[in-house]
């Protein structure tokens, strides 16, 4: 079982649609959450962190920590073309600052 | 404010040589960490930096190392270097984690590494 798991995608939604981002982790000790965008070529770009249960709301972007279920979400509002990325999602295991990744969701949004 | 910065962007190495990598944190940063990312993955934890000392380290071997400077900029050494070291190499800064929490990282540009 992988530590970080992401569908590969693509995710493709229309433009103005809502966009659902999904991630599980292994360590069931894992504090602090992490959702990474990164156009192609480019580095990560972080545009969410969340460390508690429940929803976290930044503009047109909400996480969703789940740790019972070991699951974390990232919804994009309103979609838009260029948010047509791919979406890492990271996580910190227990007692460690190091940064685990999955392998990334690629969204297309279409106009 | 500038961000994280990372030198060089680019570079073509044959196998065997080795290579330095280098990085300045964002201001007010004072922890390094280095990542690999392979073409379609995400990145892999190669060491983290802080007090000028190697605090966590991830699955990598011995040829992989790296330095931290009084002023927080860090190193990354690769020697006897391998194809399969081909990549985009990554710095991250953040600042050091507070209890119950961890500061989020923030990515440089990265150096892509060409090993022909």
Known sequence: QKEVEQ??????????????????????????????????????????????????????FTAQLNK???????????????DSA??????????TDKLIFGTGTRLQVFP | ???????????????GQQVTLRCSP?????TVSWYQQALGQGPQFIFQYYEEEERQRGNFPDRFSGHQFPNYSSELNVNALLL??????????????????????HFG????????
């Open chain 1, 7 to 60: 569908n590969s995608g693509p995710l493709s939604v229309p433009e103005g649609a809502i966009a659902s981002l999904n991630c599980t982790y292994s360590d069931r000790g894992s504090q602090s959450f992490f959702w990474y965008r990164q156009y192609s070529g480019k580095s990560p770009e972080l545009i969410m962190s969340i460390y508690s249960n429940g929803d976290k709301e930044d503009g047109r």
């Open chain 2, 109 to 116: 540009d990265g150096t892509r590494l060409s090993i022909l």
């Open chain 2, 84 to 105: 399969g070291d081909s990549a985009l190499y990554l710095c991250a800064s953040s600042r050091r984690r507070a209890r119950d929490s961890n500061q989020p990282q």
């Open chain 2, 26 to 30: 964002k201001s007010g940063h004072d």
């Open chain 2, 1 to 15: 404010d500038a961000g994280v910065t990372q030198s060089p962007t680019h570079l073509i190495k044959t196998r």
């Open chain 1, 86 to 95: 791919t979406y890492l999602c990271a996580v910190t295991p227990w007692n």
């Open chain 1, 68 to 82: 019972a279920s070991q699951y974390v979400s990232l919804l994009i509002r309103d979609s838009q073309p260029s």
